[in-house]
């Protein structure tokens, strides 16, 4: 197997946190590596790091120690400008609690990614065809009908696949999904699953924070999270 195949390396990653006094090591040296294509599931008791590690792993935070290597090229290396580039084309970031923005309806909220990414006059160019792609989006999302609604207008379920349309409009390499089933009843979670399951079957790969085991077997791989480490044999 070449380099390549690993979209998302992480050798010897490090993350402390000040506790009053004392210094809190949270990530203590953690190893993995994901290969494209892959659907894994990072599961650990509450408190164990899985959104810091998930939130290194965007480049939403930076760890004390170690490395992160995004198609064999490190993070830690990387500029601001480039850094921010690799966030909005690279990773689209599903959160637990949608973080839409209830100012603008569900279509907006879908193309904000690739408006974010260009120039006022490379947005001019390209809108037609960012609000075409947004809608095709919801169309594929079951969602077509609630374009136009508030994201306060819409179920959890509804919200959540809107908050993955978003993640999905600049065509990122990774989706980075922590608890994207949390803050829903369960028919609703496996709903979601059901859309993860079928874009890593199109080939998306997929890294999802879940504290639910059952949620987690859906996954091809789990990874566990205890003590700062990757669980081994787990
Ligand atoms: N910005 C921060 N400042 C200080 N401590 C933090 C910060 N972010 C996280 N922590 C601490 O680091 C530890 C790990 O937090 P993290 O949010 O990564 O856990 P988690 O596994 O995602 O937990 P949960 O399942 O509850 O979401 C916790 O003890 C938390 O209090
Ligand atoms: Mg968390």
Not at 57 to 85: H, I, T, Y
Not at 93 to 98: A, D, E, L, N, R
Request: net charge positive; proline share 2%.
């Amino acid at each position: 197997m070449s380099k390549s195949d690993f979209i998302l390396k992480v050798e010897g990653l490090c993350r402390s946190y000040r506790m009053g006094e004392a210094r809190v090591n949270v990530l203590a040296g953690v190893d993995l590596a994901v290969r494209q294509g892959e659907f894994v599931a990072i599961v650990g008791a509450s408190g164990s790091g899985k959104s810091t590690l998930l939130h290194i792993l965007g480049a939403l935070d930076k760890p004390d120690k170690g490395v992160v290597s995004f198609e064999g090229r490190d993070l830690g290396r990387m500029g601001q400008r480039e850094l921010n580039k690799f966030r909005n084309k690279m990773v689209g970031f599903v959160f637990q609690f949608y973080h839409l923005l209830d100012e603008l309806s569900v279509l907006e909220n879908v193309f904000l990614p690739a408006m974010a990414s260009k120039s006022v006059f490379g947005w001019l160019g390209s809108r037609r065809w960012a609000k075409s792609r947004a809608r095709e989006l919801l169309g594929e999302l079951g969602l077509s009908e609630r374009a136009n609604h508030k994201p306060y207008q819409l179920s959890g379920g509804e919200r959540q696949r809107a908050a993955i349309g978003r993640a999905l409009m600049n065509e990122p390499r990774i989706l980075l999904a922590d608890e994207p089933t949390g803050n829903l009843d369960s028919a609703t979670g496996n709903g979601i699953l059901k859309v993860f399951e079928k874009l890593n079957k199109a080939g998306q790969t997929i890294v999802m924070v879940t504290h639910d085991e059952r949620i987690a077997q859906k996954a091809g791989r789990i990874i566990t999270l205890a003590d700062g480490k990757i669980k081994q044999g787990a």
